[in-house]
C-alpha cells in the first residue's frame, strides 16, 4: 500500500536513493562487531540493558478459521529429481525450504540484503544450486525493491551456501554498462537457466512502487533500468550482467520483463513477457530462436502476440514430441461468450510461440480484473491438455485453482473455499506431475491429486506474516493482538496460542490498559480506510464473537468520524490515560473519545493542512491533554492543554525547522516527563531519522537530534517504531528497517539492540513492563521478542500517603511496600532524604521529606544497594499554594483565563496520581484574554472533587452550588477552589 512504501522512503515527486538501505545494512554489520568486542573488553553489564537472543514468537503459522496461514508466497520451485524438495520465496519473509513436501520448513536467507523474494530458479543441470531473485514484481503497491541476484550452493544440504547480492551491470548483448546496475531498486520477475549451460541466464526485471500514484523508485539515477538481462557467467565467483536490447532497437529502459521461459531442451528459443511502462507500445510476448546470440550480440526477438497498454503476462510451455505448446495469461479484458470486459484472456500456440490463435475463452476473466497482481499459470510438462490457473474469486469469474484435463477447453475450480485468494505461483513437480503447489497472499498449499484436493502446507516454523501493528496487555506477558497485511488482525492468548481475531486488512491495534484480567479486556483494531467509503475502527473482547465498528461504513457518517476526511489506508490511532483508555483516531484531523468510540469530538484543525493527512499521534501516559501528532509530510502540531487547535512545533512541506521534511511515522510523548516528546522520520536520505524535544509545553518547542552521530549513529534508515521505556527514560529502542536500536543515554548514542533477528523491517514495538519484554512487529518475519534488564525489583511501593503536596518540599510522607536494601530516593528526578519509619527493624513503610518541585505528578524511583531500580510514575502530586493574583480583592481583579488554567494544571496533576489522565475540560483550548464561564468553575468543581475523593480527600461545599450559564463569576467562585487546593497541599 502507499502507506508502506511512504514508510520506505517515497516521497511524491522526489528521487529515491534505493542504494541506501544496503549501506545501512554495512554500516549495521560494522556496529555489531565494534559493539560485541566493546563488550568482551568492558563487561556487558556496562554497555547494554540485557540484550540477548530475540526469539519468534509467531505465529508460525497463523491459524485460522480453516486451513493455517502465512505471509504471501511469491514463487516456487521444485527439485525435478525429488517433489518433496520446495523452495518458497515470500513477499518481505525471504526463501524457505522443504525437505519433506512442505511438513516443515528451513529459512535460508534471513542474513540477506533484502527478504523480499520475487523468483526462484534451480539449476536444471545441478539441483543443489538455487538461483533467487530479490524485489517483488507483483505490481502491488507494497512489492518491496530488491538488492539484486543471490546464488545459493548445496541449496538442498544441510549447510547451503547464500552468495550474493550480484547485480553489476556490464556493457554487452546491445547495451552499454549504463550506471553499472543490473537490478537494484527493482523487482525481479524471472530467472531462465539454459538448460544445456547453467552458466547462462536471462533475467526479467519491473518496477517495484512507491504509491497509489504509480510512482517508483526506478529508473536510472541510482537505480537499475527494467528489462531482459543476461549473464555468462552465472556459476562464477561474481556474476556479471548486461540488459539485452528488447525490443531491438525500440527499448528505453521503462520496458519491464513479466516472465521468461526457454523452450524445453533449447538454448536459442526463449519466449518473454514484456510490460511497457515507457510508453511505447511495446507490450507482449516476444520470442526469439537466437537467444544463443548473447553474449556477444543482442538475441533477435519478434513479438508474437500484441497487448495493448501496459498489461501483466505469465507464461507457460511444454514440449511433447514435436509439439511445443505454449501459454500466455494476460490482463487484457475478456471478450466472447462469458466474463465479456473482465480482465484475464489465457492465449494458446502449439508451435513454441510462434504463433497464437487460440483464445482459451473457458479461461475468460479469471483474475476478476486484478490481473496486473495476481496471475498463477502452469501446464503439466508431460501433457499438453492438463493446464492449471489461478487469479483471484473476488468476483463472480475468478478463480484460485482451476484445472482443465483438456487443453483448455473447459476449467473447473477446484480450490474455492479451500485456498487463500490471490495467487501468484503455481508449480508441477517435474518428475511427479500429480504433485502441484499453489503460491497465494495466504501461503502455499499442495494437491497430490493433480489439483482436485488442496492442503495448506503453511507449517511450522514457517513464519513470513507481515504484521502492521501490536498492542500488549497491562500484565499478561503472552496477550497480544496485531494487524497484518490481507491476514486480518490476530490474537495471541494468555497461553501464548495464536488465533484469528478479524479478517480483511488489519492495521492499527490498541488494547485498554485498564484490564485486571485476560477475559474482560476491549481492544481496537482497524481495517484498511478509504475516503468516502471506511474510516475508522472496531472494538472488541477476544473471544466473545461480538464486534461493534466504530466511524464511517458504505459511505455513511457515523459515530462522529466523518466519510469525507482524506485518510491513509492504514489510520493511525493512540491510546491515552483514563478508565476506559481515551481513544484517538487520525485522518486529516484528529479525533477523541472518551467512550470507546460510541462518540467522537473533533479536537485539532479540520483539516490540519489541505490535502495532507495524519501519519503519527502521541498521547502522554499521564496526561491526556498532552498530544502530538505528526502528518505525511513532516508538519507536526501539539498541545499540553488540550487546546484545539493544536500550535504547529515543526515546518514540514518546506515550511522550515529543525527536522528534515519526511514522513513523521512516530510520535512518542516520555511516560515519565510530559514535556519530552519524540518523533522518529520514514524514508531515506537523512543520517537524522529520530528527534526530541524537552520543552514540548514552550512556544515554540526546541527540537535536537537524538539520532546519534559517526559510528554510534542510526543509520540512513526508516525508523517505524519508537518505544521509551517507562522504567527508565533514557533507555529507547527503535524499530528500523533492517532491525532494532537500543540507546541507553536519551538518543546520544545508538547500537544494534540483540542477535537473531532476521533483516526484517519493524514496523511496531512495544514493552510489556511487569515481565520486561519487549516484543516487535516485523513486516514479513511475524512477531519476535527480547528480555529487556530492569526486571523485577526486590523494592516495591504499594501506598503513598498523603499522596499530594506542595511545590515548595519540606513535607513528610510514608510509603508503604517493600524497602530492605533500599539505598536512594527520588521525586520527578530529585534526591529525597529519607529513613525507615519505625527503624531499621521494619522494613515494609519509609519516611521520605519531599523536595521543592514545579507543579505537576512526579514519578518516585526507589534504587537499591544492588539489583533493579523500582519505579512509581505518577506516584505523587505536586500542587501549588501561591497563584496568579494570590489575593482576589473585592472590585481589584476580575476572574482571569489564567487563574483557570493553574487550577487546571493542579487537577490534572491529582487525577494522574488517582489513574483518570487529564480531565476533558471545555474550552481545553482556554487562553490569556478569553473569558471566563460559568461551565469552567463546573468543569474544576466536579473534576477537583471527583480526584480529591479517589485519592482519600473529603469533599467541599462551594458558593452558589447552582451555578449555571449566564452567572456572573465571582471571586469567591475562584479562593474557594483555590483554598481547597492549598488545603490538599498541606
Known sequence: ???????????????????????????????????????????????????????????????????????????????????????LGTAQGGLWR??????????????????????????????????????????????????????????????????????????????????????????????????????????????????????????????????????????SASPTFSRVDVPNGTSNGYQGVTDIIFEPGSSSNLLIGVRDHGGLGTTGVYRTATATNAPGTAPVFTRVLTETGIVNIKLAINKVGSTVTALAATEEPATGPVCTGVNGVVWKSVDGGATWPTKLSAANGFCNSQCWYDIGLAIDPGNANNIYLGGTTNGPCGVNAARSTDGGTTFNEYGAGLIHTDVHAIAIAPGSTSTIFNGNDGGIWRSIDSGVNWTSVNNAPLNTIQFESLALHPTDRNFTIGGTQDNGTNYQNSGGVWSRLAGGDGGFTIIDQNAIDTTNV??????????????????????????????????????????????????????????????????????????????????????????????????????????????????????????????????????????????????????????????????????????????????????????????????????????????????????????????????????????????????DMAIQNPNRVLRVATHGRGMWEISVAGGTSSLAISSVTPPAGRTSGGQQINLTGVFAGLSTVTMGGVSSSWFYTNGGSDTSMITVTTPAHAAGAVQIDLTPTSGNVYSKPNAFAYLPTVFTDNTIMVGQTTAKAQHIIELRQAVDAMRAVAGLGGAPWNDPALAAGNTVRAIHILDLRTYLDDAATRLGYSTSAYTDPGLTSGFVIKRIHIEELRQRIRTIAG
Open 98 to 235: 522443504t525437505l519433506d513436501g512442505g511438513s516443515s520448513w528451513t529459512a535460508l536467507m534471513d542474513n540477506a540484503q533484502s527478504l523480499a523474494i520475487g523468483a526462484v530458479t534451480i539449476d536444471p543441470l545441478n539441483p543443489s544450486t538455487v538461483f533467487v531473485g530479490t524485489g517483488e514484481g507483483n505490481l502491488s503497491l507494497d512489492s518491496f525493491a530488491g538488492v539484486g541476484l543471490y546464488r545459493i550452493d548445496n541449496a538442498d544440504q544441510a549447510n547451503p551456501t547464500v552468495n550474493g547480492p550480484f547485480e553489476t551491470r556490464v556493457a554487452g548483448t546491445g547495451t552499454s554498462a549504463s550506471n553499472g546496475h543490473a537490478f537494484l531498486g527493482t523487482g525481479i520477475n524471472r530467472i531462465a537457466v539454459d538448460q544445456n549451460n547453467d552458466n547462462r541466464i536471462f533475467i526479467g526485471n519491473i518496477w517495484a512502487f512507491g504509491g497509489v500514484s504509480g510512482e517508483t523508485i526506478c529508473c536510472g539515477g541510482s537505480a537499475a533500468f527494467m528489462g531482459l538481462y543476461f549473464s555468462s557467467n552465472a556459476l
Open 1 to 87: 500500500s502507499e502507506y508502506i512504501w511512504r514508510l520506505r522512503g517515497w516521497e511524491p515527486g522526489k528521487p529515491f536513493d534505493s542504494g541506501t538501505r544496503g549501506r545501512s545494512l554495512q554500516k549495521m554489520q560494522e556496529q555489531e562487531t565494534r559493539f560485541a568486542d566493546t563488550r568482551k573488553a568492558l563487561g556487558r553489564q556496562l554497555l547494554e540493558p540485557e540484550s540477548t537472543n530475540w526469539t519468534a514468537i509467531g505465529p508460525a503459522p497463523l491459524p485460522d478459521f480453516t486451513n493455517p496461514l502465512s505471509g504471501r508466497a511469491t514463487a516456487i520451485a521444485i527439485n525435478p529429481n525429488n517433489a518433496n524438495i520446495v523452495y
Open 522 to 763: 476491549t481492544t481496537y483494531h482497524t481495517y484498511y480506510n478509504s475516503t468516502n467509503n471506511l474510516i475508522g475502527y472496531e472494538l472488541t473482547t477476544p473471544g466473545s464473537g461480538v464486534f461493534t465498528f466504530r466511524g464511517c461504513s458504505g459511505g455513511t457518517s457515523q459515530n462522529g468520524i466523518n466519510c469525507g476526511d482524506r485518510v491513509l489506508f492504514y489510520a493511525p490511532m493512540a491510546r491515552g490515560p483514563g478508565n476506559p483508555n481515551t481513544i484517538y483516531f487520525g485522518t486529516d484531523r484528529l479525533y477523541r473519545s472518551t467512550d470507546k468510540g460510541a462518540n467522537h469530538t473533533i479536537v485539532s484543525q479540520a483539516p490540519f493542512k489541505s490535502n495532507m493527512r495524519v501519519s503519527a499521534i502521541g498521547i502522554s501516559p499521564a496526561n491526556d491533554n498532552v498530544r502530538i501528532v505528526g502528518l505525511e509530510d513532516g508538519t507536526v502540531f501539539a498541545t499540553t492543554t488540550g487546546a484545539n487547535p493544536l500550535t504547529q512545533v515543526e515546518g514540514g512541506g518546506g515550511g522550515g525547522g529543525a527536522i528534515p521534511d519526511k514522513y513523521i511515522a512516530r510520535a512518542v510523548i516520555d511516560p515519565n516527563n510530559s514535556n519530552t516528546a519524540y518523533v522518529t522520520l520514514a524514508g531515506f536520505g537523512t543520517t537524522t531519522h529520530v528527534w526530541k524535544t524537552t520543552n514540548l509545553n514552550a512556544s515554540p518547542p526546541t527540537w535536537t537530534n537524538a539520532s546519534g552521530s559517526g559510528g554510534t549513529a542510526i543509520p540512513d534508515v526508516p525508523v517505524n517504531a519508537f518505544v521509551i521505556d517507562p522504567t527508565k527514560s533514557s533507555n529507547l529502542f527503535a524499530g528500523t528497517d533492517i532491525g532494532v536500536y537500543n540507546s541507553l543515554d536519551s538518543g546520544s548514542t545508538w547500537n544494534p539492540f540483540g542477535t537473531g533477528l532476521p533483516r526484517v523491517a519493524v514496523f
